[in-house]
């Protein structure tokens, strides 16, 4: 979770980070059913008694995947949802973020379906004038194969905004980079308790451990705390680097 000024934007982390769909407590509409109802007592329920809902989906090696883009709501001080909301930085002002939810095209089966997560899309301006929603709307095509924006065209933070929100309405398909990226929590949370900067965790698969008894190459995402062994081992989660023309995936 995440909070700020101007407007006490808040957004939460999705709980299935690596692509399982499953419910959770609260997630249907209707919660009071009768336990005699047909829908559950008329049909055997067609389940793989053999199989096992706690295993985890494996994370997608840091590739380049074709995946299908929507926006992901965001929650401001009240928990109501938006597409995108306002925020404030001390010297470049305010602008407007949302979050983006990226579902992997694979066409081997292995990595098809699973979730990868972008939580921090916004106009706010890199060194060379860029933003992250301008860069998107640069590597997606309208239906009509024209651009999204215009050369030379010009728009406020709330236009460009907007103009994301339409762009990703038809889950289009683009290009990402992903990238393994691990913190542990107890330091974090240490850190905020001191009023410290969040200490830096560890990016990029390659910086992960090998894991054991597997073939070269293959890294384990779960690792022990390097500041403090006693808070134990944390997983890696699997995050959107770089957004890039689906014609760039090979």
């Known amino acids: 979770m995440m909070t700020g000024d101007f407007g006490a934007p808040i957004y939460e982390e999705p709980t299935h980070a690596t692509g399982d769909a499953g419910p959770h ?41 074709r995946a299908k883009l929507k926006i992901m709501k965001v929650k401001d001080a009240k928990q109501a949802e938006h597409d995108f909301l306002p925020k404030m930085h001390a010297s470049q002002g305010p602008y407007m973020f949302t979050a983006i939810d990226a579902t992997i095209q694979d066409g081997t089966g292995l990595y098809d379906g699973i979730h990868v ?4 899309v916004s106009t706010f301006l890199q060194r060379d004038k860029s933003h992250k929603v301008g860069t998107i709307l640069k590597s997606i095509k309208q239906p009509s194969g024209q651009p999204w924006v215009a050369a030379g065209e010009r728009m406020n933070h709330k236009q460009w905004l907007e103009r994301l929100v339409k762009a990703l309405a ?14 542990c929590q107890k330091c974090g949370e240490e850190a905020k308790a001191k009023g410290e900067k969040y200490p830096r965790g560890t990016q990029g698969m390659r910086r992960f451990p090998q894991m054991a008894g597997a073939k070269a190459g293959v890294h384990d995402p779960e690792m022990r705390c390097t500041v403090n062994p006693a808070h134990g081992f944390s997983r890696a989660q699997v995050r959107i680097s770089r957004i890039i023309p689906v014609a760039e995936v090979r």
């Open 25 to 65: 407590p609260g997630d249907d509409a209707v919660q009071d059913l009768d336990p005699n109802d047909p829908r559950l007592t008329s049909e055997p329920l067609d389940a793989n008694a053999e199989g096992d809902a706690y295993a985890r989906q494996p994370l997608p090696p840091d590739a380049k995947y």
């Open 117 to 120: 997560y972008d939580r921090w």
């Open 170 to 183: 038809g889950e289009p398909e683009v290009g990402i980079e992903t990238e393994w990226e691990w913190s």
